[in-house]
């Protein structure tokens, strides 16, 4: 079973969105009993609370309903899950730190970029926060996961040795 972990700073915005678009391309690609995801933080400060209403208001405009409930990322979530997914270089640090401390099991193939599988030519490595910003860049975050999402069930389907992720 592959279990992918989507990690962002407060877990109210772009991972819980990474999180609901993936299920989805998961569940209609057929893959539900292959691959399974979830999302957390690496700060505590929205601890149980819904995504952002801006997000799943978003959300909600593409036909994706929101859920998720905000948690910590904790070390035995490394040995949960297979795959780590940070939405920017910081939260991607924040888990390679605690891979480092805890089991130093994951390597670069499994603890990566969300933008890593963007298929549009970006020099940007990061998925922008959007919490203080306005709808647009909401919308601008579900777009840039979206098309990020669907390479990444590619990436899992066909497997590290075959397929490659879009930037590399």
């Known amino acids: 079973m592959i279990r992918v972990l989507f990690v962002c700073y407060g877990n109210i915005c772009r991972s819980p969105v990474a999180e609901g678009i993936f299920r989805t391309l998961v569940a209609d690609a057929g893959l539900s009993d292959q691959i ?26 593409h036909g994706l309903t929101l859920t998720h409930r ?11 899950f297979t795959h780590f997914v940070a939405m920017d270089e910081l939260n991607l640090e924040a888990i390679e730190k605690l891979n480092y401390r805890s089991t130093g099991l994951h390597t670069a193939d499994t603890i990566f970029l969300l933008r890593e599988f963007d298929p549009q030519v970006n020099d940007e490595p990061n998925v922008p926060d959007p919490y203080y910003e306005g709808p647009e860049v909401f919308e601008e975050v579900y777009q840039i996961t979206l098309r990020c999402c669907q390479q990444l069930v590619v990436y899992l389907k066909t497997g590290p040795t075959v397929g490659e992720r879009a930037n590399k």
């Open 36 to 61: 399974e995801c979830d999302s957390a933080g690496t700060a505590s400060f929205h601890l149980g609370q819904l995504p952002d209403r801006r997000t799943r208001e978003n959300a909600l405009e």
């Open 70 to 80: 905000a948690r910590r990322l904790l070390g035995e979530d490394l040995a949960q």
